[in-house]
């Protein structure tokens, strides 16, 4: 089973600050399917990223996704207010288990 | 645009049935490689799959949970559900209906979430 681990558990930063969260799977992943979800309290998540690097349908260009294998990044360049979140990866290669990250909490 | 929602009873006493249901809308439920999902996050805690669902009801569920789940779907009232069974207070959680989209890999929309208490 494929393990997804998050890092940092926590990062706080200032507005304007680029926000980088590392997210490692135990071993390799398609890329094609690696998700990011941004989750604001009291609220469902959100689809960000999916294929590891493409932008869902609304989700603004300072959220950008990247890597391959088992190293997998989402950057949020120039952090505003409303990107306090916690921020999930997921991935969905070793079906038909799926596996979440643990979280990555961005404090703003 | 497609969008869920679920219902259900809020309150759950032990050893009884879980019964969540997660209406679609803005789309039929037998559209696209599509499977119909239930994630639940325990309080303060991260996400975890419970199972999913193809209206076709080829269906798979997280082998934590002991064979406790059940989704079925309903095409003509464009419905899904899940039965989760000998529920204890570690069930209390937020359930999550999502759809998923089959080989793209990703969750969207989702349910707004609904809050169930397992509690005598």
């Known amino acids: 089973e494929i393990v997804l681990t998050q890092s940092p558990g926590t990062l706080s930063l200032s507005p304007g600050e680029r926000a980088t969260l590392s997210c490692r799977a135990s071993q390799s992943v398609k890329s094609k399917y690696l998700g990011w979800y941004q989750q604001k309290p009291g609220q469902a998540p959100r689809l960000l990223i999916y294929?590891?690097?493409n932008r869902a349908t609304g989700i603004p260009d300072r959220f950008s996704g990247s890597g391959s294998g088992t190293d997998f990044t989402l950057t949020i360049s120039g952090l505003e207010p409303e990107d306090s979140a916690v921020y999930y990866c997921?991935?969905?290669?070793?079906?038909?288990?799926?596996?979440f990250g643990q979280g990555t909490k961005v404090e703003i | 645009q497609v969008q869920l929602q679920e219902s259900g009873p809020g309150l759950v006493k032990p050893s009884q049935t879980l019964s969540l249901t997660c209406t679609v809308s803005?789309?039929?439920?037998?559209?696209?490689?599509?499977?119909w999902t239930w994630i639940r996050q325990h309080p303060g805690k991260g996400l975890e799959w419970i199972g999913y669902?193809?209206?076709?009801?080829?269906?798979f569920y997280n082998t934590s949970l002991k064979s406790r789940a059940a989704i079925s779907v309903d095409t003509y009232n464009n419905q899904f559900s899940l039965k989760l069974s000998s529920v204890t207070d570690a069930d209390t959680a937020v359930y999550y209906c999502a759809r998923y989209a089959d080989g793209l890999g990703w969750f969207d929309p989702w349910g707004q979430g609904t809050p169930v208490t397992v509690s005598s």
């Open positions: 294929g590891a690097s």
């Open positions: 803005g789309g039929s439920i037998t559209s696209g490689a599509y499977y």
């Open positions: 669902s193809h209206y076709s009801g080829r269906a």
């Open positions: 997921h991935v969905s290669t070793d079906f038909p288990t799926w596996t």
